[in-house]
């Protein structure tokens, strides 16, 4: 099939799952003070707060099931709300920018001609044009500025 996988994945399937995290922490109490109505109040071991013992090849129990599937959710949601927000702000980008354009003179302006910047790039510098697959002819810069420090 061609896939191909990590180290963590070979652990997770022949070794152990291993700890579950939430925002980039162990699993806390919750309601009540538990993290699952299958602990005592204030249980403070490993598998209470979201260790898997087992591997998937050996098959998760149910309370090592749910906390994968807490992990797991919250990366779903959080690939969503990630995806949303940038989206939405390249939307609001678009929108904002979609009159402008650079002009012969290398000016950017709006289609009603108004100035908006001087220079395109702030220094004229075409990422686009970059000199053999490189985004920034670094060189090319140094040679031009070093020619108008000559000219003056």
Request: include cysteine; charged fraction near 25%; hydrophobic fraction near 30%.
């Amino acid at each position: 099939s061609g896939a191909r996988g990590s180290m963590l994945n070979l652990t997770q399937v022949a070794g152990c799952v291993g700890q579950q995290a939430v925002r980039g922490a162990r699993i806390n109490r919750g309601y009540e003070g538990r993290t699952l109505p299958h602990f005592r109040k204030g249980d403070k071991g490993a598998t209470a707060h979201g260790f898997v013992r087992n591997s998937y090849k050996s098959g998760l129990t149910p309370t090592e099931f749910f906390f994968h599937a807490i992990g797991g959710r919250e990366g779903l949601v959080d690939t969503a709300v990630r995806t949303s927000q940038s989206g939405y702000l390249q939307r609001r980008m678009i929108n904002a920018l979609q009159d402008l354009k650079v002009g012969y003179d290398g000016t950017v302006r709006t289609s009603g001609g108004r100035i908006i910047q001087f220079k395109y790039g702030e220094d004229s510098t075409d990422p686009a044009k970059g000199c053999a697959g490189d985004p920034v002819d670094v060189k090319g810069i140094v040679e031009s500025i070093l020619k108008e420090e000559v000219r003056k």
